[in-house]
Nanobody
């Protein structure tokens, strides 16, 4: 199990940028697949982006070209750089960790991102 703490959410105008950060505890961070998920009001939680221990990445189609996930294994952190934000990006964003992309087993508490039009 790994403990995850997100930061960096907030209110931003459409077209703006935000960077989310997730700090992890534990000694095996470098081999976990890390991911960012989001949940908008009244909607199911959805995958935004993942990054493997070797920094292979995947993205949801809705964020490709706008969001970038990256990690620093030495600092045990993972980040989500979000550019060209749209009101549809408004959601609670969660950091997650797991042995595979398909099955995250640890979750952060979430951070709110609100994009105004």
């Amino acid at each position: 199990q790994v403990q995850l703490v997100e930061s960096g959410g907030g209110l931003v105008q459409a077209g703006g940028s935000l960077r989310l950060s997730c700090a992890a505890s534990g000694s095996m961070f470098s081999i976990f697949v890390m991911g960012w998920y989001r949940q908008a009001p009244g909607k199911q939680r959805e995958l935004v982006a993942t990054i493997s221990g070797g920094s292979s990445t995947t993205y949801a189609d809705s964020v490709k070209g706008r969001f970038t996930i990256f990690r620093d294994n030495a600092k045990k952190t993972v980040h989500l750089q979000m550019n060209h934000l749209e009101p549809e990006d408004t959601a609670v964003y969660y950091c997650a960790a797991g042995w595979t992309r398909e099955n995250p087993t640890s979750w952060g508490q979430g951070t709110q991102v609100t994009v105004s039009s």
